[in-house]
């Protein structure tokens, strides 16, 4: 049975600063890695993709890495704003059935000015 | 915008209660798949439709059901409810047919039960 782990479970910093949010899996058969952002009850934005044969993906002041050999993955945020204040969640896509994605718990960003 | 709507937004039903959340997918997106998020925690697999057929199942009771339409809709029904029931769901459609492919969220239906 998967299962996804994130780390640290919350963080706070001061505008500005660069940051890591980690993520790892226990089974490394996924097909792809994802990372969402989600804003407090509401529902879930893509941020990035990679998929198993990639080791990165960027976007903006995102990128995401992927270390299939050791079950991790790492979302990098640079210059962090208070705008980036999100729960970041990491999801696999494993198995057989295509719509299934296993969740990480989340991390609570908290960026202040 | 994702292109997938979710309808109610909120709803409160008391024990015992039977719910229906509804669910429009992307236009072409022969996959819909259900998620269940608690308060504080990452979202649970409850299964996923295929081309109006279920295709997989998470760790959810039979009292969960769903449906899928010809039209790119869905449901999801949940019988005699408990409180634990109360959560967020979340559907996602995809186009369907490939391992891995990206899902796509919508908003959600934030359901209270009494």
């Known amino acids: 049975k998967q299962e996804v782990t994130q780390i640290p479970a919350a963080l706070s910093v001061p505008e500005g600063e660069n940051l890591v949010l980690n993520c790892s899996f226990t089974?490394?058969?996924?097909?792809?890695l994802q990372w969402f952002r989600q804003d407090p009850g509401k529902g879930l934005t893509s941020l990035l993709l990679i998929q198993s044969s990639q080791r990165e993906q960027t976007s903006g002041r995102l990128n995401a890495s992927l270390d299939k050999s050791s079950g991790r993955s790492t979302l990098y945020i640079a210059a962090s704003q208070p705008g980036d204040s999100a729960t970041y969640l990491c999801a696999d896509a494993g198995g057989t059935s295509y719509g299934k994605l296993t969740f990480g718990q989340g991390t609570i960003l908290t960026v202040h000015p | 915008e994702t292109g997938v709507t979710q309808s109610p937004t909120h709803l409160i039903k008391t024990r015992g209660q039977q719910v229906t959340l509804r669910c429009s997918s992307q236009?072409?997106?022969?996959?819909v798949s259900w998620y269940q998020q608690a308060l504080g925690q990452g979202p649970q697999f409850i299964f996923q439709?295929?081309?109006?057929?279920?295709?997989g199942r998470g760790n959810f009771p039979p009292r969960f059901s769903g449906l899928q339409f010809p039209n790119y809709s869905s449901e999801l029904n949940v019988n005699a409810l408990e409180l634990d029931d109360s959560a967020l769901y979340l559907c996602?459609?995809?186009?369907?047919?490939?391992?891995?492919?990206?899902?796509?969220f919508g908003s959600g239906t934030q359901l209270s039960v009494l």
């Open positions: 996602a459609s995809s186009p369907g047919g490939s391992l891995g492919e990206k899902l796509f």
């Open positions: 089974d490394s058969a996924i097909y792809n």
């Open positions: 439709y295929y081309r109006e057929e279920e295709n």
């Open positions: 236009s072409g997106h022969n996959t």
